[in-house]
T-cell receptor, first 117, second 117 residues
């Protein structure tokens, strides 16, 4: 069975601190895809990144970076020099190969990040 | 602007009443989805459709119905059979991929809040 665990329910940091959001996944598929979404208070889910299981290269986009490690089934997300606008709920999600229900997104329960000025 | 439009943003339903949430996309995506989000929870799939005039049940389809008469539109009806409909509903869409392209990103609308009064 597929499963995504985000053990951190809530994190609170002060602006300019670095923060890492953890994501651990379980799957029996050899091909799969991992995603991070941001949900600000307005409610919309904003796509941040997609990672294929066969590409373990870490990625950096501005203040955001992602560390994908298949050996530990983890796909952690780090925000460097956090800002108040980063305050949101962040979801990690897993998708299997194929379309339809087999390829459905399985979401973690999310981590609520509060960045205080 | 290209994107996914959901309406209404807020909706109140009386006991025993059916209500319909609208979802329209102009991204030319073949696949559309409906997810439900409860407080402090991740998203759960209600229904999805990969092509016009065809749709499939997700994990929590009971008490809901959908139609897909047009590529751009995927309305969700919350029926009186849904015993606990108060939640945040998110519509999404994506390209339909096969094989190595099956990890296509799913994009989300801004969501609709449904409250039973």
């Amino acid at each position: 069975a597929q499963k995504v665990t985000q053990a951190q329910t809530e994190i609170s940091v002060v602006e300019k601190e670095d923060v890492t959001l953890d994501c651990v996944y379980e799957t029996r598929d050899t091909t799969y895809y991992l995603f991070w979404y941001k949900q600000p208070p307005s409610g919309e889910l904003v796509f941040l990144i997609r990672r294929n299981s066969f590409d373990e290269q870490n990625e950096i986009s501005g203040r955001y970076s992602w560390n994908f490690q298949k050996s530990t089934s983890s796909f952690n997300f780090t925000i460097t020099a956090s800002q108040v606008v980063d305050s949101a709920v962040y979801f990690c999600a897993l998708k299997g190969p194929g379309g339809g229900s087999q390829g459905n997104l399985i979401f973690g329960k999310g981590t609520k990040l509060s960045v205080k000025p | 602007d290209g994107g996914i439009t959901q309406s209404p943003k807020y909706l109140f339903r009386k006991e025993g009443q059916n209500v319909t949430l609208s979802c329209e996309q102009n991204l030319n995506h073949d696949a559309m989805y409906w997810y439900r989000q409860d407080p402090g929870q991740g998203l759960r799939l209600i229904y999805y459709s990969q092509i016009v005039n065809d749709f499939q049940k997700g994990d929590i389809a009971e008490g809901y119905s959908v139609s897909r008469e047009k590529k751009e539109s995927f309305p969700l009806t919350v029926t009186s059979a849904q015993k606990n409909p108060t939640a945040f509903y998110l519509c999404a869409s994506s390209i339909v991929g096969r094989g190595s392209r099956s990890g296509n990103t799913i994009y989300f609308g801004e969501g609709s809040w449904l409250t039973v009064v």
